[in-house]
């Protein structure tokens, strides 16, 4: 059989410089624990539009839709800034969302114990957090027609339309029910059934999902009621789904409980392909940080942490996964920060390649 393939796309700004530790650990897995993986890589966003004139070049578009996962760094910079919107940088990235129709965009808001301290709420509240976030990001309130602004008697009306189908709640629901299996087996659907009716049919869909699940707990919350809950106690959920906005509200919420950009990763799945893998899209939820760009500063455990996502979700390596998670763990408890970490008086930081070093030393 071949080996597992992997695109890799490291962007702009620093998403090639942490791309770089990324691949190190790509290595290491195959050297060390005999998990190779077919790696190739190509360039989107700004790198692509200097080379093709465009931000994602329709031979990586199709590279994108034939390999078992996508992993990208971030595009976009100031640079850019000027280009006209349909050849910026960040279409690239909308492009392959849209065309490998990834419609479940899982965040994970997870609290490492050595950055408890870091979070805006108590110790006891964020330690130990694990929780993930289902959020649909293929249809709803950002899609849904009609929308635009209109002329109305003598005033002007913006409309916007929440509008989702059975089969839209049904696709996103089952890989919210297939990752609870994998984890805690409690799922939380969250949506406003009590004054929308987009929210009583998602309510009934997801309930019908959940026959097919009996193993999972299934509960439902109004989406306001949720975002009160996620900050007074967040370790009552394990896994959350939610529609486009709420999800990309309480997502925000959820991930900023427990502490720095330069530590979230996410993963953007669709359907399952011929060979049962979803398509899927691994990338950190920073952007290109043109700040602290081409300077070594930038932290690469969220690049680091999306690939971990890439083995549990795309390649059933659970075990690796946390393998490479408790080696982050680790590093941090040590008090390896690099300078967005730094919290506590007289820490010096490390480089985004000492990182690497440290996270690499703690899986030997
Ligand atoms: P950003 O996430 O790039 O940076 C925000 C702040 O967080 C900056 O101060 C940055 O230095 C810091 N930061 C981010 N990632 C870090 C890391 N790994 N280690 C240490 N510090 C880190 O967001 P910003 O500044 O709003 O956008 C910069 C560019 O990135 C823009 O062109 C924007 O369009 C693009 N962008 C791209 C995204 C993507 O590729 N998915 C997402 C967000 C923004
Ligand atoms: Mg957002």
């Not at 059934?193 to 009583?200: K, T």
């Not at 971990?308 to 590093?331: P, Q, T």
Request: aromatic share 6%; net charge negative; glycine share 10%.
């Amino acid at each position: 059989m071949s080996n597992p393939s992997l695109l890799i796309l490291p962007g702009d700004g620093i998403g090639p410089e942490v791309m770089a530790e990324v691949r190190r650990i790509i290595d290491w897995f195959g050297a060390k624990r005999g998990l190779e993986f077919d790696v190739s890589e190509d360039l989107v966003g700004g790198a692509a539009y200097d080379k093709h004139g465009a931000p994602l070049h329709d031979d990586t578009m199709a590279k994108a839709q034939e390999v078992d996962a996508v992993l990208l760094g971030a595009v976009g910079g100031p640079k850019y800034d000027d280009l006209d919107f349909s050849v910026k940088p960040e279409r690239g990235l909308l492009r392959l969302r849209k065309e490998m129709d990834l419609y479940s965009n899982l965040r994970p808001a997870q609290c490492f114990d050595a950055l408890a301290d870091f979070s805006s709420l108590k110790k006891d509240v964020v330690a130990g957090l694990d929780i993930m976030i289902v959020r649909e990001l293929t249809s709803g309130v950002y899609f849904g027609e009609p929308r635009g602004i209109f002329e109305e008697g003598n005033e002007r009306v913006g409309i916007n339309t929440q509008r989702y189908t059975e089969s839209e709640i049904d696709r996103v629901a089952r890989s919210a029910f297939e990752l609870a299996m994998r984890r805690g087996k409690k799922l939380c659907s969250m949506e406003k059934a009590n004054v929308m009716e987009s929210g009583i049919l998602w309510r009934e869909v997801v309930t019908r999902v959940g026959a097919d699940y009996p193993e999972v707990e299934l509960s439902h919350m109004y989406a306001d009621a949720g975002a009160m809950q996620l900050t007074r106690w967040p370790k009552q959920f394990d896994v959350i789904v939610t529609d486009n906005l709420f999800g990309d509200l309480l997502s925000d919420l959820a991930a900023m409980l427990t502490g720095s950009l330069g530590m979230l990763p996410s993963a953007s799945l669709g359907a399952p392909m011929a060979n049962g893998r979803p398509k899927a899209l691994y990338e950190p939820v920073h952007g290109s940080a043109p700040d602290i760009a081409g300077q070594g500063k930038a932290n690469p455990i969220a690049c680091i942490l999306s690939f971990a996502m890439a083995l549990r979700y795309s390649f059933d390596a659970g075990d690796e996964a946390a393998r490479l998670e408790d080696a982050v763990n680790a590093v941090l408890a040590d008090g390896v920060r690099t300078a967005d970490l730094l919290g506590e008086e007289g820490v010096t930081p490390v480089s985004t390649s000492q990182m690497g070093d440290a996270i690499l030393a703690k899986l030997d």
